[in-house]
Every structure is written in C-alpha cells, then in structure tokens.
DNA sequence: ATGTTC
C-alpha cells in the first residue's frame, strides 16, 4: 500500500505505480502549472498526459486566484451512467446497431418542448444539445461482468441484468467560447478571486456546467427513444470543473482538468473503447485533493495514431474489439485516434488508485457497443 | 476539445 503515491516535489504529487508509464512532458506540465501564482498543490492521476499547455488528468487547488485554463474548453464534460430497461442477457447487438442509427443531428422540433422544460439558460448552442461531439467523447453500451459489491449496487439500482450506458460528453462549443473569450482577455494569467471577471467567468462556468449535464441527459434520452426502452440516472459527474475547496485549513480553488471528484459518491472510470470500465467508490483524501483519475488516459498523440494504429489493425477490424465489443465511427480518423491501442490498459490506472487507497471497487462492466460518429467526415 | 474551413 501507499507505493503509488509518489512526492515529486513540496506540493507535487503523482498517483501512479511503477507499472504505470506517464510522459515526462506531462510531469514537465504539471510542474509548470505548480509555479502559477497562488498555486499550492497539484496531483497528477495515473492518466496524467499532456495537454494544451496544462496537462489532462490532474488536480490543482490555488488560493486567491483562479485559472480558467486549467479547465480547459469543455467546461463541465463529464460522464453519465444510466439503467436501461433492456436485458444484458437477451440481446442482440445488431439490433441495437440499427435501432441506434445515426444520433449526430440536431434535435428535431419534437424535442423542444423537453428541451424547454430543463430551463436552460439562452446559450446560442441550442443545436449541439443531444449530440455526443467529437475527440474523445462516446456513448457506450454496456454490461456488468464483474460484482465486488453487490449491496452497494443493489443502492444504486443496477445489477448484472441491466443494459447499462455511458454517456461521456460536454458543453460542446459553450465551453470553448467562455474559455475563448477569457484567454483573449487575460492570456494564462488567470484572475483574482475578488474581481468582477471572476464572479463573470463562474457565472459562465455555471451555465457551462448545467448545459453539459443537460447534453449528456438528452443524450440518453434521445438513445432510449431510439433503443425503445427506458432509463433511470445512476451516476452523473463532471471531471473538468472549478469548485471552492478548504485545503490544509486555507479556503482555495480546487480546478480538476480530467479528474474526477472522490467527495461525491461513486464514480465510473472508463477505459478505451476495447477496455473495461470500472465503477468505483472513490475514498475522499485531502492528499490527493479530493480527485481521482477519469479514465484510461492517453498513450499515443492523436496525431501519430493513424501510422502506429494502421499496421495492426485495418479500419474493418477496428469496428470489433478484443472483448466483442463493436464500435460505431464512420469517421476514419476518429477510428484511429481512439483506438484501445493508444490509450493505456485500465487496469494499471485502477490498480495505481487502489494501491494509493483512493477507491474501492464495486464492479466491472465490459462494452458492448461503443457509438462514437455516424458521419464520415466532421472535420 | 471545437457550428473550425484554404
């Protein structure tokens, strides 16, 4: 115990075992990030790897001032587990394939109404609600394979009989306009606590948050519909977010980027598409900053994808995975970029949290299909 | 990541 928990520097930590590879150039991230003004801790997850400047995978807790670029563009994405009434031991993927169908459009005028009454603020992105998006978001159908504690899933209503999904998604081009807009203005800067661009960028960030918790619940829905059945929400959390947070007995900012919050009940930690995901109880640790890892992270670039990828696997064999899963994704270079091959193996970003005491594990699904695009081309 | 666009 406790041997994944590495000190790299006073107020530098890292959660990851031997066994896990992360890139120097995301520990070299995370350590830039630690020298912003006000900064007092960050905490690199095990899926720690590079970003846009500030690394992905990570907690940074700052007192006095606040740095919208470490959340990044997609403000409030997050991930969206729900029951569905179907049956995992009765199904037919080819059948929820084509019932599927393509769920990359607009919603239709039939939706208003239910958009309407989720009374969400005037965004000027109303058509991306109900869409999954691009890069590394997916909705993914899956079936329990593995319980390691059943009363804990007898609370939260799901047993292995029940289709369940996955729905990882964000605020789509709100996010990106509100970080925009703020770097225009303000460049990496930041901002201090007491000031009115502060109270304006949480004000946006809020909206920012609500419409992507909005977008992953039409999501669902609009899948449900599709599938003819229904669904109940089990989990909903945010994984790139700003929240108040009293570390050390000092009220600060605590700003996770791709890490999932373990002070509010249990969590799914998703691996890639030909992976499993693992639904956690996180254990709230102020050494960690309250966070946990939001998934596999990644192993390869996005850019080196297609080379490395293409001489294993042809894009034919990428529509099934090594546990049986298929895979929806019209668009070629999104087939490449999120294969299982370029991201690391579950299993070592959960043993690395387990190790360090941050979860406890309650089961483990296995996908069944993964929808990403029906679209062949979305850029 | 993204209503991006020569």
Known sequence: MGNSIQHLAEGVTVVASAKTRIEGKAI???????????????????????????????????????????????????MSLWRTSLDSHR?????????????????GEDWRERIASLGLPETGFESSLGTIGGGNHFAELQQIDTVSCSSTLSTLGIDKKHLLLLVHSGSRGLGQKILREHLDRFQHRGFAEASDECADYLDQHAKALGFAKANRLLI??????????????????????????IIAGTAGWLHRKGAAPADGGPLVIPGSRGD????????????????????AGRKWMRGECRDRVSTRSSAQQLLRTSLGSRVVCANKHLLFEEAPEAY?????VIESLQDAGLIRLLARMKPVLTYKTGREESR
């Open 28 to 78: 070299q991230q995370l350590q830039n990030s630690f020298q912003l003004p006000g900064m007092r801790r960050v905490v690199g997850m095990p899926d720690l790897h590079p970003g846009l400047g500030h690394p992905v995978g990570a907690a940074f807790f700052s007192v006095g001032r606040l740095y919208p670029a470490l959340i990044g563009n997609d403000i409030g994405c997050g």
């Open 91 to 107: 199904l037919s993927p080819d059948k929820i394939e084509k019932r599927l169908g393509c769920i990359d459009d607009a919603l």
């Open 220 to 245: 669902a829905q609009r899948i449900f519909e599709n599938l003819r059945c229904t669904g109940a929400p089990v989990i909903d959390a945010e994984h790139n977010f700003l929240a108040p947070a």
């Open 276 to 295: 499993y995901s693992y639904l956690v109880e996180p254990v709230p640790d102020e050494a960690s900053l309250f966070s946990v890892a939001h998934g």
């Open 344 to 348: 690391k193996a579950i299993e070592s």
